[in-house]
């Protein structure tokens, strides 16, 4: 057991040591080059928890940033010198994140403004750029109207993408669709495959969850939960490399992943290309660079976000990340037996890989689909808002659950604002709110 207690946070407040977490962060570091050595990433730990009880167990206790220091000096000092740049440049980009407070601000000036102007001129129009402008149409029993004028735009956008890849038949063989947790990837994704088919414009589906490397390979977050919330969970290479195979007309081994084991089986299904098919691509890291580094095909890449343009009673605009939260917090509980509380804590990690690893990537989307509903807020209302309430005075003095006791009070207030409407089946059953909320309904 490690002499090295208690680590004094970046804040002054003094919290538990846990080893494990070096040896995490030493992993992670490891798989952004292409290691999977855990042996080696715990052996390292131990040379740093050994070099940390000489320098600190019988002085002081050791701040956040003097055990990154001792991390780096070990890695370098054991030759891992690529594993080391991994690390440093991660904690340079927390820090100048901390430092400029980005931790939880909004991406706008990734996504372009002449998109988010259209999305404010549309709220502007129809009320409902303000919580004050939209309960007072609720008020005014304009619930319904909201929905269909929300559900109107959205679709526009959908029939856009649609076009574009009409006007291109025959030319784009890659379609991507990308966008952070909880977007409504999916739902928009199928909607605007059934239209194309419909046309007989067809794509076959690569389903990159089945590119999962073993559990056991897997980084772990902070906490020590494996985490799925990043493009080195997946195995690029392979996906890149059968993306390009498909495309020359060779035949693959699509490989299976068995989320109850948590291993990929070993059996396969020989997959090919139907002639006029293209590859169609629904993922958090479909804009990630490596995904399809050396494909040369015509490609049509759609980045997809809840783009809502609404001030709260506060003044600032609500935030898109907390939209999705709310929408994750609904369909883990339905469709993945997560409860809220561990959709909250685990956020923060959700919220920095998305900054890492999906945020940069935006301006080389294509077309950029606006999946907020304004009206979802009074859905969610009646739903989550006790929930948040709680959370806001249980993790209020809780030193490891700072950022979930910020999102919760920050959405508290919100929601607190909001008119609720209890009754959801106002909510079309093909509307990418029931992607969330349960009860999806499309053709096909």
């Known amino acids: 057991m490690s002499k090295i207690k208690q680590v004094t946070k970046r804040d002054g407040r003094v919290v538990p040591?846990?080893?494990?977490?070096?040896?995490?962060?030493i992993y992670r570091a490891a798989v952004a080059v292409g290691g999977r050595d855990k042996v080696t990433a715990q052996q390292l730990s131990d040379q740093v928890v050994a070099l940390l009880e000489q320098m600190y167990a019988e002085v002081k206790t050791p701040s956040v940033e003097e055990i990154q220091d001792v991390v780096e000096k070990v890695l370098i000092e054991n030759g891992n010198a690529k594993v080391a740049k991994a690390y440093i440049l991660y904690r340079d980009e927390r820090n100048r994140r901390r430092l400029q407070g980005k931790s939880t601000s909004e991406h706008k000036e990734n996504v372009p403004w002449a998109k988010l102007w259209s999305?404010?001129?549309?709220?502007?129009?129809?009320?409902?750029?303000?919580v004050e402008g939209l309960n007072r149409r609720i008020q005014n029993g304009e619930m319904q109207d909201i929905v269909m004028e929300s559900e109107t735009e959205y679709a526009q956008d959908i029939a856009a993408v649609e076009n574009s890849i009409l006007e291109s038949r025959g030319e784009i063989k890659l379609a991507i669709f990308a966008g952070p947790s909880s977007s409504g990837k999916t739902t928009t994704t199928r909607k605007i495959a059934i239209r194309l088919a419909e046309k007989g414009v067809t794509f076959l589906e690569l389903n990159l969850d089945n590119y999962y490397f073993d559990l056991e390979l897997h980084p772990k977050d902070e906490f020590g939960d494996y985490d799925f919330e990043t493009p080195q969970a997946l195995d690029i290479e392979m996906i890149n490399r059968h993306i390009k195979d498909l495309l020359d007309g060779k035949e693959i081994q699509m490989p299976y992943y068995d989320f109850k084991t948590g291993k990929r089986s070993p059996k396969t299904t020989p997959t090919r290309l139907a002639k006029n098919e293209g590859i169609l691509i629904d993922s958090l890291y479909g804009l990630y660079p490596a995904l399809t580094e050396g494909v040369k095909t015509a490609s049509y890449k759609v980045y997809i976000e809840p783009l809502l343009q609404m001030k709260g009673n506060d003044g600032e605009y609500i935030r898109w990340t907390d939209i999705r939260l709310m929408r994750r917090m609904l369909r883990d509980a339905t469709s993945r037996a997560s409860d809220y509380g561990q959709t909250l804590?685990?956020?923060?990690?959700?919220?920095?890989?998305?900054?890492?690893?999906?945020?940069?990537?935006?301006?080389?989307?294509?077309?950029?689909?606006?999946?907020?509903?304004?009206?979802?807020?009074?859905?969610?209302?009646?739903?989550l808002a006790g929930y948040f309430e709680r959370w806001c005075k249980e993790y209020q003095e809780d030193p490891l659950r700072q950022d979930a006791y910020t999102r919760a009070c920050r959405i508290n207030a919100l929601l607190q604002s909001i008119l609720p409407i209890p009754d959801d089946s106002l909510v079309p059953g093909d509307s990418v709110l029931r992607e969330f909320i349960g009860g999806l309904v499309l053709p096909g």
Not at 119 to 130: E, I, P
Not at 357 to 363: L, T
């Open 119 to 130: 999305v404010l001129n549309w709220a502007v129009d129809h009320g409902l750029h303000t």
């Open 17 to 25: 040591f846990t080893q494990e977490r070096i040896t995490n962060a």
């Open 345 to 383: 804590t685990h956020w923060h990690y959700v919220r920095s890989g998305e900054l890492r690893n999906i945020m940069p990537h935006i301006s080389s989307a294509d077309y950029i689909v606006n999946s907020g509903m304004p009206y979802e807020l009074p859905v969610y209302q009646p739903k």
